[in-house]
Every structure is written in C-alpha cells, then in structure tokens.
C-alpha cells in the first residue's frame, strides 16, 4: 500500500482549495508576485493557474518599474488565456471599447484617459472612442486648484463615477484615484512612523507661521521657530514650495472621533545642532579671531552671527579702545562685516563672549545683568509656547505678563468668545474667561521692538487648519478665499 507524508497531504489539500476558486472577468485580486519576466508579471493568486500581467502596467515613467519578486499587488481580472488569468492594474487608453468602459464601471477599475479641454464645470476626458467628463473639484486632490493648461493634454488615470446612455454620459474621477492611493500610504505610515523619526517630505504650502509638508499620504506642520537654528523672520528665507526636505517628527496625534489629526514636524532637528558642535571645534578656542556679521545692537552691545544658528554677544565694555562707547551704533551698524576675538564659550547656555578686533581689556568678559539676559531669552522664544499672567484687561484684549517680565498684548481677534450679543457681551465673556492674575498659556507670534503679539494655541490650530483647507493657485478671484484670522491679525497696529 502506498504512503503518503503530512507534507504530501498538505500539498493535495492546498491544490484542491485552489481549485475552488474561481475568479470573475471584471473582479478585482490581489496575489504575492513570484516571478518578474522579461515582459511579464507573474502573480500567485491561490488559482489552479497564475495571474498574467503586463511589466508595462508598472513602469514608472522614468525608466524603470515599481514592482519586486515578493510584492503584494491588486490587479482586474480580464479573462483567461493559455498562460494563465489576464490581469491589468488599469484599463489602458487607446484600446477599449465601449463595452471595456462599461466593464471597467461596473468593475470600479481604473482606466485611463486624455484631458483634451475645459468646458463649462470642468474637463473634457477622451477614453479611447469614448468622450467623458470631469467635474473641476474631481481633477485633483482635495483643495488643489491649477491653471486648466497644466492638465489639458496630459493623460491620467481616472475612476468612472457615472455611466449612462450607453456610454453618451461618463462621468469620471480622478480624485478619487488620488485619495485611494493617499489612503494606502496612510496606513502604512501610521503603522511605521513615531515620534523621533527622521523622514524625507515636500513642502507643500508656505505660510506666515510655518510651513506644511507631505509626508507621502499624511501632512505635517513645521512651526517657523523649527525651520533653521538660525533666526528667520518668513520661511521663504529658508525654504520653498516643492523642496525635498528631511524632517523630525515631534509630535504624532492620529484623528479619532472628534480628535483631529496633528503632525508636528522639525526642519531644523533632523540637522546637526551647531551648538553641539561648538565645544570641540578649534575654531571657537578662547583667543580665536573669526569673521562675523552685525545681527543685532542692544543697549548693552552687539549680536554678531559667526554662522548660521549660532551668535555671539560682544558687550559693550569691549567696543572703543580709546574712549568710552555711550551706545554700539556708535560703533558699528546692523550688516556690518567684523573682524571679533572669541573671548569665552558657554556651549550648554548657548553663550559666546566677543568683542570687535582685538580685546580692549584684559579682564573677563563682563557679566551680564539680569535685565541683559532678559533680553537675549527674549529673543529665543519667539514663535514657542509660554505661560502668562493676565496683568490688565482691556476691551480690546488682554495684556499678559511673560515669564521674562515683559507684556504681550493677546488682542481680542486671537480669542475665541459667544457670538451673538454685540461687543459688549464679548468683553464681559473675556473679563469671565481670564481673571486678572490667571496664568494663561500664550505662543508668542511677533516681537517687534518692545511690542510682543499673543496669540492662543488653539486659535493658531484653527488658523493651521484652515490653511491647510484652503485651495492653492486659485483659478480665478471668485474661487477665493476670504483669508484667516491671520491675514486680519497681519493688518492690525496692536
């Protein structure tokens, strides 16, 4: 009598569970990829036969092909053949029917389609013998507007929405290719990523505030304070729309419920920190003489960027070899060029004592005064969160003691109140909301001088996300947004 192994079982066993599939023209599988041909895909689809599929459906457009031995892949079965089931990743332009259109409908199967004109609410769409239409809110993703001469002529794929009348009405979408496949990256990237990670992205939006960035499937903010170590007054400073960046993921709130989605994201931090740098470079030894730049004069001396993210303060006591400086501009002016001695180091305060030339004194550097380190922390937090103390109340805001000793002014257009009631009504809600000497959490949106601009973290939330709804390259003015809050704030004296 002939024996058979556990194994020998196991392989009749799974060749009669493959038997029992059957697979549909039009239905849509997926399979592990087993071999790659010199012009075909083959792909294991738990059949009795092996799905077929052409090495062009993956080319990447520049050259090469997005798929590897051992890939999982979604393909439209179209029939069988002597080699196996006819799979397509999509319907390709130029050779269907009509009846092929009307398959890759019912079938919800990509296809692909020319956009050959504008017309009255969106786009002509030639699929092969058939003439379609795409609405304009349907060309792209959401919220994404272009000129129509940046789409006509190009070919895309599309999914059919409508099909009626034999094929006389097909309504096509592109957009919603474009969520299908933002909504795949976005689960593999929620299951990859955490805080700390380094990634590559694209800057996408440019804003007063900060910058948003795709990560391939999910959108991050980067707050201007993370962009460089450097102090920069706008992003388009450092950065511009379309550049390829590395970013540190800071923060990671994933949308549940109510809960929104928050991406935190630093520029800055995926680079080295030149500070940390600084205490083993020769180039910052006590008695080293370096070029520099004028940044800043204060009362008390004068800022001197030796390289970007890093300053140094050469005090006043050390300008004038012969006479006494009454104040720096005295001396030199903001842009200036100068030669300066490094005079002592303080890496972990992020302290570097200069003076212009060579030393005036042979003395150490002068200690700073309370109020003189006020000052450069004042210059450091610009653009970070803080807590506050409500010093005075005013109908048009609140004037908030910083931890450093200075007043912000958290004008009344930054704080969410009732509507409805009239003016009066807000300033009794403000009054309630935030008693005199109540600490209040602020983030710090300008200092201009001695006048320092509050605003609340969550009204810079809802602004953040209002931007990142907000339609860019707008087609025309009636397609507009009426702005946010901070094209209002951007306008008032305060």
Not at 143 to 155: L, S, W
Not at 233 to 251: F, T
Request: with cysteine; glycine share 10%.
């Amino acid at each position: 009598m002939e024996q058979f192994s556990e194994n020998d079982f196991g392989a009749m066993f799974e060749a009669k569970e493959r038997q029992k599939i059957h697979i549909r023209p039009g239905e849509k599988v997926s399979g592990r990829v087993i071999m790659i041909g010199k012009d075909t895909v083959f792909v294991d689809l738990g059949a009795r036969a092996d799905g077929v599929i052409d090495k062009q459906d993956f080319a990447d457009g520049k050259g090469g092909f997005k798929v590897t031995e051992g890939d999982i892949v979604e393909a439209y079965c179209m029939g069988w053949t002597d080699e196996g089931i006819k799979l397509q990743v999509k319907m390709k332009g130029g050779r269907e029917t009509d009846a092929d259109v009307e398959q890759a409908y019912n079938a919800k199967m990509p296809i692909e389609g020319k956009v050959t004109g504008e017309r009255k609410g969106g786009y002509t769409i030639q699929v092969s013998q058939t003439e379609g239409f795409c609405p304009f809110s349907q060309i792209d993703g959401r919220g994404v507007r272009k000129e129509p001469v940046e789409y006509i002529g190009n070919t895309y794929l599309f999914k059919i929405t409508e099909y009626a009348e034999e094929g006389r009405n097909v309504v096509l979408s592109r957009r919603l290719i474009i969520e299908e496949e933002t909504q795949k990256c976005r689960t593999a990237l929620q299951a990859s990523l955490q805080e700390g990670d380094i990634v590559s992205g694209v800057i996408v939006k440019l804003m007063p505030f900060g910058v948003f960035v795709n990560l391939g499937g999910l959108e991050g903010m980067v707050h201007i304070s993370e962009i460089s170590w450097n102090r920069i007054a706008s992003p388009e400073e450092i950065v511009q729309e379309g550049q390829e960046i590395r970013v540190k993921i800071l923060k990671l709130e994933w949308a549940e419920g109510d809960k929104k989605e928050r991406i935190a994201l630093s520029i800055k931090q995926a680079q080295v920190n030149p500070w940390d740098l600084i205490p083993d470079a020769p180039e910052y030894s006590i008695g080293t003489k370096r070029k520099g730049k004028v940044t800043r004069i204060s009362d008390f001396g004068v800022f001197i960027e030796l390289e970007p993210g890093v300053d140094g303060l050469a005090h006043i006591s050390q300008l004038g070899a012969d006479h006494r400086v009454e104040h720096p501009s005295e001396i030199v002016q903001i842009g200036d060029q100068v030669e300066v001695t490094i005079l002592g180091v303080e890496a972990d305060r992020k302290r570097i004592a200069l003076c212009i030339g060579e030393p005036k004194s042979a003395e150490k550097p002068a200690e700073l005064t309370m109020e003189e380190e006020k000052e450069i922390i004042s210059n450091a937090i610009a653009g970070q969160k803080l807590e506050g103390e409500v010093e005075s109340q005013k109908p048009f805001g609140l004037f908030v003691k910083l931890p450093d000793g200075r007043t912000g002014l958290l004008h009344i257009s930054q704080i969410p109140l009732p509507e409805g009631g009239g003016n009066a009504l807000q300033v009794r809600s403000l009054y309630k909301l935030y008693p005199l000497h109540s600490k209040i959490e602020v983030i710090i949106r300008e200092i201009d001088g001695n006048r320092i601009s509050l605003t609340l973290p969550e009204t810079l939330e809802k602004e953040q996300e209002m931007e990142r709804e907000t339609p860019v390259n707008v087609k025309d003015s009636a397609d507009a947004s009426f702005g946010t809050l901070d094209d209002v704030f951007s306008k008032l004296k305060l």
